[in-house]
């Protein structure tokens, strides 16, 4: 039998994790070690303070939409426990939002478990997408983060020490603005079929292109370098 993690819904409660109700998660603040992945089927909630220490074949996976929003003094961290480990997959339902707030992500590798096989640190599968201060250190995946056929607002996205493409926009409508990109060894950013505009963007040591703009893609530049 072939396996496909999004066939198992694992909303069990656990010490971190609160179901407060049917399809609504609450991941409680705190420094929790996680050894196996998380499959939610449902809207999650992760409190300012949290550090989830990921172990090698773990990975967070969301059906609906997170609320991610630390502070910045107490961001909301996501990194490996002992190195790499797989990353964040957001598949939204009925077009939710989904919103990353003073977040880090560091060491991710792309979640590859059987049949799933996610090569982005955040992959973000349609719906709404805000993002204000988010962190992605270390990434060896092919892009940091993937966001395909999504409505985004995004600002103040730092993306540093990627193995690949820093930021990935297919099908994607919206603004990124006042966002930095440095030490990238593929795109900076990369677009196709989307209508996006860009403002005060800063690219810096990236041994590929500092911007792609693929196929149907529109892409407007301002105070940008």
């Known amino acids: 039998n072939v396996k496909n993690p999004l066939n198992f819904n694992l909303n069990r409660e656990k010490s971190f994790l609160k179901k407060i109700s049917k399809e609504q998660f609450l991941l409680k603040k705190g420094n929790w070690n996680i050894e196996k992945p998380i499959v939610l089927i ?5 409190e300012q303070d949290t550090i989830l220490n990921f172990s090698k074949n773990s990975y967070l996976i969301v059906v609906g939409s997170v609320k ?3 502070s910045q003094n107490k961001p909301v961290i996501f990194r490996g426990k002992e190195g790499q480990w797989g990353g964040i997959y957001i598949l939204s339902k009925n ?3 989904s919103l990353f707030k003073n977040v880090l992500i560091k060491n991710a590798s792309g979640i590859h478990d059987s049949i799933l096989k996610l090569d982005s640190s955040l992959t973000i599968y349609e719906g709404n997408v805000k993002i204000d201060n988010l962190n992605i250190e270390e990434s060896s995946t092919e892009d940091a983060i993937n966001i395909f056929n999504s409505n985004i607002d995004i600002k103040n996205l730092s993306i540093n020490s990627t193995f690949s493409d820093a930021l990935d926009c297919d099908f994607c409508n919206g603004v990124i603005e006042y966002s930095k990109f ?3 060894l593929g795109d ?4 196709s079929g989307s209508n996006v505009s860009l ?3 800063r690219v810096e040591k990236v041994k590929d292109k500092g911007l792609s703009v693929g196929e149907n893609s529109y892409v407007y530049i301002s105070d940008s370098s």
Do not use: H, M, P
């Open 68 to 70: 991610i929003e630390g």
């Open 42 to 46: 449902g809207n999650l909630q992760v």
């Open 199 to 201: 403002n005060n963007i």
């Open 188 to 191: 900076a950013i990369d677009f």
């Open 182 to 184: 440095s030490n990238i």
């Open 95 to 97: 077009k939710n939002t």
